[in-house]
Nanobody
Framework: QVQLVESGGGLVQAGGSLRLSCAAS????????MGWYRQAPGKQRELVAV???????NYADSVKGRFTISRDNDKNTVYLQMNSLKPEDTAVYFC?????????????WGQGTQVTVSS
């Protein structure tokens, strides 16, 4: 099992910045991909950004150029630096860890952290 603990959410004005952190613990050895997803009220959860163990990244078009995902494998932590925030970025942000192989393969989720961007 993998446990994920997020931090760094909050309230910020449009144009501001926030940095989210997600620390993984437990059975972390074979985590292949870590990332961030978000869910706004009344909407489906959507991918924001993901990063592989080797550092390959992928971003949603809506955040490209504004958000940066990074990963510290020594600290088992993934970060999301969010700049030039917009009101439409308001959502609960969830950390995700994905294992592709093994008896405990699958997706693991954090509890979520609220990000609110005021106009």
């Amino acid at each position: 099992q993998v446990q994920l603990v997020e931090s760094g959410g909050g309230l910020v004005q449009a144009g501001g910045s926030l940095r989210l952190s997600c620390a993984a613990s437990g059975s972390i050895f074979s985590i292949n991909v870590m990332g961030w997803y978000r869910q706004a009220p009344g909407k489906q959860r959507e991918l924001v950004a993901v990063i592989t163990k080797g550092g390959i990244t992928n971003y949603a078009d809506s955040v490209k150029g504004r958000f940066t995902i990074s990963r510290d494998n020594d600290k088992n932590t993934v970060y999301l630096q969010m700049n030039s925030l917009k009101p439409e970025d308001t959502a609960v942000y969830f950390c995700n860890a994905r294992k592709l192989v093994g008896r405990d393969a699958g997706d693991y989720w954090g509890q979520g952290t609220q990000v609110t961007v005021s106009s």
